[in-house]
T-cell receptor, first 113, second 114 residues
Framework: SQQGEEDPQALSIQEGENATMNCSYK?????LQWYRQNSGRGLVHLIL?????REKHSGRLRVTLDTSKKSSSLLITASRAADTASYFC?????????????FGAGTQVVVTP | EPEVTQTPSHQVTQMGQEVILRCVPI?????FYWYRQILGQKVEFLVS????????KSEIFDDQFSVERPDGSNFTLKIRSTKLEDSAMYFC????????????FGPGTRLTVL
């Protein structure tokens, strides 16, 4: 079964606008993490939110978690051209002992100046 | 700021050849991971490593794969006899905590099997 699924698959916005992407999962989690990947590059950790947390902020990023709906959202406020990247959610299951990340397929965000 | 490094950045090999991908995790981290990403697909977990042994592995991580931490700093992934379908980006990651902590990823090694 697919653990993390992002929505939408692609998002195109103008600089200054907000970008929101969602992640749904199926199985109970210990935590959920968001990563950014610029084209052909490595994964950069953005935020980790634990199952007992509902919201976290980091700079222009805001992440929410609704465990009753098994979903999370990532909001990028006042987007910049440099935010152009793919964004992935990744979950660590409650049953996992070693921190294995299960990634979604990602949302490709394009921010045009 | 400490970071995970990987070498080489790009490896081209012939089918059936052995390859070794190298990673230097962040020095005080205790948990180590390999993931791969086939072009256009999602990132997939391969293996986790803790206390000098494999703690968990996926179905992808068959007998052709092995990992080692030979000298307390390097962390390697070996593929004994590469197949065309092994072509992918391979990422190493390390973490201070296990399941509760964030993982720091290296820049990846792009493996191309011809």
């Amino acid at each position: 079964s697919q653990q993390g699924e992002e929505d939408p698959q692609a998002l195109s916005i103008q600089e200054g606008e907000n970008a929101t992407m969602n992640c749904s999962y199926k199985t109970s989690i210990n935590n959920l993490q968001w990563y950014r990947q610029n084209s052909g590059r490595g994964l950069v950790h953005l935020i980790l939110i634990r199952s007992n947390e509902r919201e976290k902020h980091s700079g222009r990023l805001r992440v929410t978690l609704d465990t009753s709906k098994k979903s999370s959202s990532l909001l990028i406020t006042a987007s910049r051209a440099a935010d152009t990247a793919s964004y992935f959610c990744a979950t660590v299951l409650t049953t996992d002992s070693w921190g294995k990340l299960q990634f979604g397929a990602g949302t490709q965000v394009v921010v045009t100046p | 700021e400490p970071e995970v490094t990987q070498t080489p950045s790009h490896q081209v090999t012939q089918m059936g050849q052995e390859v070794i991908l190298r990673c230097v995790p962040i020095s005080n981290h205790l948990y180590f991971y390999w993931y791969r990403q086939i072009l256009g697909q999602k990132v997939e977990f391969l293996v986790s490593f803790y206390n000098n042994e494999i703690s968990e592995k996926s179905e992808i991580f068959d007998d052709q794969f092995s990992v080692e931490r030979p000298d307390g700093s390097n962390f390697t992934l070996k593929i004994r006899s590469t197949k065309l379908e092994d072509s992918a980006m391979y990422f190493c990651a390390s973490a201070e905590l296990g399941r509760g902590g964030e993982q720091f990823f290296g820049p990846g090694t792009r493996l191309t099997v011809l």
